[in-house]
């Protein structure tokens, strides 16, 4: 996974460069250039066919694009640069890359033929940008996206909000952008994605020595972290799931569940659900086992059984449904097992605002953004224009995991600081989304896979038990406890969020985006955990 950046933190972390360990800004320009260059050199290698032009701002991403001109043309590239700012407003680095330039001979132009170059070079404006681009440089970025060449933005695609991903009038709208230490946050947000393609992250010296940044964009890699079956396990090793879903004619959602949580990795899986669904769930999942008795002395044993607790697919909104959920909420007040929160679970929060007072810690909740506006009493507008802090802010008053589903999905849970052990907020982005998702079923899928990925934590081997005299007959396995397993489950929630994203794109190759199902998001999910094994 890569760390996640804001513009401020990237400020800071750029000047704690310089004032702790002395690196000049003018040094850090020219490594930055440098990426940029190599990329060019390694990917457009017949220097002769390329024609090459680079727009260059007056603040230091212009700096950047005017070092890059001037490796490209000592390179041996046709190139000229384009000024886009003014010489009398470049900044102190800027102008010493432009007197560099000049006496090399780089050619600088003043205008810009749109049909004459192969590449153009976009280093306008950079991360810090915030106010709308209008006039001159409107017109510059929109001939620039105009042009049939392969476009390249230097840090960030000119115009683009670095924090928040919004197009600020108009964007150049990149092939590749190439960014430096971290990704910046922007990047990670639509519609911004769609300007930005291709994304490298590239190390100039930049880093994060005091560990401030606790935010990170997922990558599919991060699969190869949820831990593996240990061979002498058995089916009670990975995980015991206790899913309350289902009302009368909605044995689909429940199934989904269940069969996720199974693909995902649970070894057992339990539906308390509606007498009605008893029939339909044993036919197509004999696999899993049904309950559907709502005594008080059941839902004792069954909480008792388990080691997660998935509530809300397809329950239904009834009087019983409620009193189902209130059951198992009080029950967990005191022994705090891992719960999920999904679909009506959620509406269900939102009706009893008392019952979000007593969530806790070891709860996660899983709302689209319409979910999300009912349970916190915000505009759906509000929400999608402070999307991360909207996540962050319900996971911090509520002291629980919030994963806010949408084309980005945020993960907002808790920590450990390395330095001194305490809890901190620590967010996870997934991008690795794609239009097949969106169609029903897709989060009760979702909220199973999480809970089966738990499962693989819950179980995760540590060791013989030191108390047991092992004669090589039988392995003693000793199981996370609960407090372990707490802190992991922020991070166990953002693998489960990858995980059924991966496998949406698996389905993507096999059915396509329209016509994909959530059954074949399941599919998906068993081709890349095979895939995971096998490596």
Same mark, same amino acid.
């Given at each position: 996974?890569?760390?996640?950046?804001?513009?401020?933190?990237?400020?800071?972390?750029?000047?704690?460069?310089?004032?702790?360990?002395?690196?000049?800004?003018?040094?850090?320009?020219?490594?930055?250039?440098?990426?940029?260059? %190599?990329?060019?050199?390694? /990917?457009?290698?017949?220097?002769?066919? %390329?024609?090459?032009?680079?727009? =260059?701002? $007056?603040?230091?991403?212009?700096?950047?694009?005017?070092?890059?001109?001037?490796?490209?043309?000592?390179?041996?590239?046709?190139? $000229?640069?384009?000024?886009?700012?003014?010489?009398?407003?470049?900044?102190?680095?800027?102008?010493?890359? !432009?007197?560099?330039?000049?006496?090399?001979?780089?050619?600088?132009?003043?205008?810009?033929?749109?049909?004459?170059?192969?590449?153009?070079?976009?280093?306008?404006?950079?991360?810090?940008?915030?106010?709308?681009?209008?006039?001159?440089?409107?017109?510059?970025?929109?001939?620039?996206?105009?042009?049939?060449?392969?476009?390249?933005?230097?840090?960030?695609?000119?115009?683009?909000?670095?924090?928040?991903?919004?197009?600020?009038?108009?964007?150049?709208?990149?092939?590749?952008?190439?960014?430096?230490?971290?990704?910046?946050?922007?990047?990670?947000?639509?519609?911004?994605?769609?300007?930005?393609?291709?994304?490298?992250?590239?190390?100039?010296?930049?880093?994060? =020595?005091?560990?401030?940044?606790?935010?990170?964009?997922?990558?599919?890699?991060?699969? +190869?972290?949820? &831990?593996?079956?240990?061979?002498?396990?058995?089916?009670?090793?990975?995980?015991?799931? *206790?899913?309350?879903?289902?009302?009368?004619?909605?044995?689909?959602?429940? @199934?989904? =569940?269940?069969?996720?949580?199974?693909?995902?990795?649970?070894?057992?899986?339990?539906?308390?659900?509606?007498?009605?669904?008893?029939?339909?769930?044993?036919?197509?999942?004999?696999?899993?086992?049904?309950?559907?008795?709502?005594?008080?002395? %059941?839902?004792?044993?069954? @909480?008792?059984?388990?080691?997660?607790?998935?509530?809300?697919?397809? *329950?239904?909104?009834?009087?019983?449904?409620?009193?189902?959920?209130?059951? @198992?909420?009080?029950?967990?007040?005191?022994?705090?097992?891992?719960?999920?929160?999904?679909?009506?679970?959620?509406?269900?929060?939102?009706?009893?605002?008392?019952?979000?007072?007593?969530?806790?810690?070891?709860?996660?909740?899983? &709302?689209?953004?319409?979910?999300? +506006?009912?349970?916190?009493?915000?505009?759906?507008?509000?929400?999608?224009?402070?999307?991360?802090?909207?996540?962050?802010?319900?996971?911090?008053?509520?002291?629980?995991?919030?994963? *806010? /589903?949408?084309?980005?999905?945020?993960?907002?849970?808790?920590?450990?600081? /390395?330095?001194?052990?305490?809890?901190?907020?620590?967010?996870?982005?997934?991008?690795?989304?794609?239009?097949?998702?969106?169609?029903?079923?897709?989060?009760?899928?979702?909220?199973?896979?999480?809970?089966?990925?738990?499962?693989?934590?819950?179980?995760?081997?540590?060791?013989?038990?030191?108390?047991?005299?092992?004669?090589?007959?039988?392995?003693?396995?000793?199981?996370?406890?609960?407090?372990?397993?707490?802190?992991?489950?922020?991070?166990?929630?953002? !693998?489960?969020?990858?995980?059924?994203?991966?496998?949406?794109?698996?389905?993507?190759?096999?059915?396509?985006?329209? $016509?994909?199902?959530?059954?074949?998001?399941?599919?998906?999910? =068993?081709?890349?955990?095979?895939?995971?094994?096998?490596?």
């Amino acid at each position: 996974m890569k760390k996640i950046v804001t513009c401020e933190q990237m400020k800071y972390l750029d000047q704690q460069t310089f004032d702790r360990f002395h690196l000049p800004s003018i040094v850090l320009m020219e490594r930055a250039s440098l990426r940029v260059f %190599e990329f060019v050199k390694d /990917k457009y290698r017949n220097r002769s066919k %390329e024609k090459i032009l680079v727009v =260059c701002g $007056s603040g230091n991403n212009g700096g950047d694009g005017i070092a890059v001109a001037r490796l490209l043309y000592l390179a041996g590239y046709q190139v $000229s640069c384009f000024l886009a700012g003014t010489i009398e407003k470049m900044t102190e680095q800027t102008m010493i890359q !432009y007197r560099c330039a000049s006496e090399y001979g780089v050619p600088f132009v003043d205008h810009m033929e749109s049909k004459a170059y192969t590449i153009v070079i976009d280093a306008v404006f950079g991360v810090g940008l915030s106010r709308c681009i209008s006039g001159k440089y409107h017109s510059i970025l929109k001939e620039m996206n105009e042009m049939s060449a392969l476009k390249i933005a230097v840090d960030i695609p000119s115009g683009i909000n670095g924090d928040t991903g919004e197009i600020m009038g108009i964007a150049f709208k990149a092939d590749y952008t190439i960014t430096f230490a971290f990704q910046k946050q922007g990047l990670c947000m639509y519609p911004a994605k769609m300007y930005a393609g291709e994304i490298i992250v590239s190390d100039i010296g930049i880093y994060d =020595c005091e560990d401030r940044i606790h935010k990170y964009q997922l990558e599919s890699t991060d699969l +190869a972290n949820i &831990p593996k079956r240990m061979e002498f396990g058995n089916k009670g090793t990975f995980g015991k799931i *206790l899913i309350l879903a289902g009302s009368e004619g909605m044995s689909g959602a429940a @199934y989904l =569940c269940a069969l996720a949580a199974f693909h995902a990795g649970a070894g057992m899986v339990l539906v308390h659900t509606a007498e009605s669904n008893r029939i339909i769930l044993q036919t197509l999942l004999p696999e899993a086992m049904i309950s559907c008795d709502f005594s008080e002395n %059941e839902y004792r044993r069954l @909480y008792n059984w388990c080691d997660c607790i998935v509530i809300g697919p397809g *329950l239904g909104m009834k009087q019983a449904a409620q009193d189902h959920m209130d059951s @198992y909420l009080t029950l967990n007040k005191n022994e705090q097992k891992p719960m999920i929160i999904d679909a009506d679970g959620l509406n269900l929060l939102a009706m009893k605002p008392d019952w979000q007072k007593e969530l806790h810690k070891n709860v996660i909740v899983t &709302p689209h953004v319409g979910e999300m +506006a009912k349970l916190t009493g915000k505009s759906i507008p509000e929400i999608k224009n402070s999307f991360i802090q909207s996540a962050a802010d319900y996971s911090v008053k509520h002291h629980l995991t919030c994963v *806010l /589903k949408d084309a980005v999905t945020v993960i907002s849970g808790r920590t450990i600081n /390395k330095q001194d052990e305490s809890e901190q907020n620590v967010i996870y982005l997934n991008t690795e989304t794609n239009p097949g998702l969106a169609t029903a079923g897709s989060g009760d899928v979702l909220s199973g896979t999480i809970a089966g990925v738990i499962g693989c934590f819950l179980s995760e081997y540590h060791g013989l038990d030191e108390k047991s005299d092992y004669d090589g007959s039988e392995y003693k396995i000793q199981r996370r406890s609960m407090e372990e397993l707490n802190h992991l489950l922020t991070k166990a929630a953002a !693998y489960g969020v990858l995980l059924h994203s991966v496998g949406g794109k698996a389905a993507v190759q096999k059915c396509g985006q329209r $016509s994909m199902k959530a059954r074949d998001i399941l599919e998906g999910i =068993c081709e890349c955990l095979k895939n995971e094994e096998m490596k």
